[in-house]
């Protein structure tokens, strides 16, 4: 079975994109599961769709790349169960740093050219650690907004494939395609780990403390002076 773990920020179009890999496939063998914080209706809607077996993961009061990474495995035993060649997990992408990709597996990050052309630095760890970068709702932008956008994802990434799409009647999607079918199954799932370290969440706001500033609080803190010398993972 191969693994795709897709990635990025809210409405950037991941479930469009994901909708159009499985529009692609030759066979209907895949399996879908989304994770979000509050709700989700995407796995009904692609199950309805495509008629694949489709589940979500509502984390709650648990980060959302946290909480998929604590269940891919579980995940991955559902999915060849229901005789899946193909696992596509979408995260929630709410912090623009979780960086939920594992070895063996595919990472797609998902970004929208309508986003600003700095906002690829502000989700490098997002896209660093990614093997594709699709950037959607190109139709919507200038060649020179596509081009600067396309740059900034460059320095962040120098190696990360670039697909641009309008996920939407999936224009370019056969380069992601390609990328997929030159995919390699997982080996041996139970040897599967994180390619980079997610942020930490160890203070006291995490376990309910409500009062501000950092003198009412212990565990990984800031101040506002040094503010800059935050922890970057890798």
Not at 104 to 129: F, N, R
Request: hydrophobic residues 45%; contains cysteine.
């Amino acid at each position: 079975m191969k693994l795709i773990i897709v990635a990025g920020p809210p409405s950037a179009g991941k479930t469009a994109v994901i909708r159009q890999i499985l529009s692609h496939l030759p066979e209907k063998t895949a399996a879908y599961l989304k994770i979000d914080v509050i709700y989700a209706n995407e796995d009904e809607e692609i199950a309805r769709e495509f008629g694949i077996p489709a589940r979500k993961v509502i984390s709650g009061d648990l980060c959302p790349d946290h909480a998929g990474i604590t269940v891919l495995s579980d995940a991955l035993l559902w999915a060849e169960t229901e005789g899946a060649g193909l696992l596509i997990v979408e995260s929630a992408g709410l912090c623009l740093r979780c960086t939920p990709y594992t070895t063996e597996s595919l990472g797609i990050a998902v970004l929208s050219a309508i986003s600003g052309t700095h906002s690829p630095y502000k989700m490098s760890p997002m896209i660093a650690l990614a093997d594709a970068a699709v950037v959607t709702r190109i139709d919507l932008v200038s060649q020179a907004e596509k081009e600067v956008f396309r740059e900034a994802i460059r320095d962040v990434a120098p190696t990360v494939e670039i697909v641009e799409t309008n996920a939407v009647i999936g224009t370019g999607m056969r380069y992601l395609m390609k990328i997929i079918d030159e995919l390699l199954p997982i080996a041996d799932p139970a040897a599967l780990t994180l390619r980079g370290s997610p942020p930490l969440g160890v203070c006291t706001v995490c376990v309910g403390k409500k009062q501000i500033g950092w003198e009412n609080h212990f565990g990984v803190i800031r101040k506002l002076e040094g503010a800059d010398t935050l922890f970057r993972g890798e």
